[in-house]
C-alpha cells in the first residue's frame, strides 16, 4: 500500500498554470502507474494523465493534451503535473492515484487504480 499527498492546487485565471505534485510514502518499491484523476461538481471522476514509475511512458486524456505534462522525480517518490493553458473547464478536485502493483499498461481506467489522495483543488475564472 501506497500514501499519497497531494499539493500545489489553487485559483488561477483562464491562461494561467499551475504544478501540482503528489508526495508518496509507504511501499514505493513497486514500480506502479501513478496518475492524476480530476472531478468536477456533480461529474464523474475522470483521468487526466498517468506515467509508468518504472519506464516513464505516460498517457494522457484528450481534454489536456498538449497542455498538461505528467512528469516524476523517483529520488523523492513524487510525481508532478504541469497544467498550462487553464481553462474553466478544468475547474475541480484533482486527485493523485496508485495502481497496486507493477505497472505494465499505462492506464486512466479508474479501476486499475486502489491507493488515492485527498485532493487538491483546482478552480479557474474566467
Known amino acids: 500500500q501506497v500514501q499519497l499527498v497531494e499539493s500545489g492546487g489553487g485559483s488561477v485565471q483562464a491562461g494561467g498554470s499551475l504544478r501540482l505534485s503528489c508526495a508518496a510514502s509507504g511501499d514505493t518499491s513497486s514500480r506502479r502507474c501513478l496518475g492524476w484523476f480530476r472531478q468536477a461538481p456533480g461529474k464523474g471522476r475522470e483521468g487526466v494523465a498517468a506515467?509508468?514509475?518504472?519506464?516513464?511512458?505516460?498517457y494522457y486524456a484528450d481534454s489536456v493534451k498538449g497542455r498538461f505534462t505528467i512528469s516524476q522525480d523517483n529520488a523523492k517518490n513524487s510525481v508532478y503535473l504541469q497544467m498550462n493553458s487553464l481553462s474553466p473547464e478544468d475547474t475541480a478536485m484533482y486527485y493523485c492515484?496508485?495502481?497496486?502493483?507493477?505497472?505494465?499498461?499505462?492506464?486512466?481506467?479508474?479501476?486499475?487504480?486502489?491507493?488515492w489522495g485527498q485532493g487538491t483543488q483546482v478552480t479557474v475564472s474566467s
Open positions: 492515484a496508485a495502481s497496486p502493483g507493477y505497472c505494465y499498461r499505462v492506464t486512466l481506467e479508474l479501476f486499475a487504480y486502489n491507493d
Open positions: 506515467i509508468a514509475t518504472g519506464g516513464g511512458s505516460t
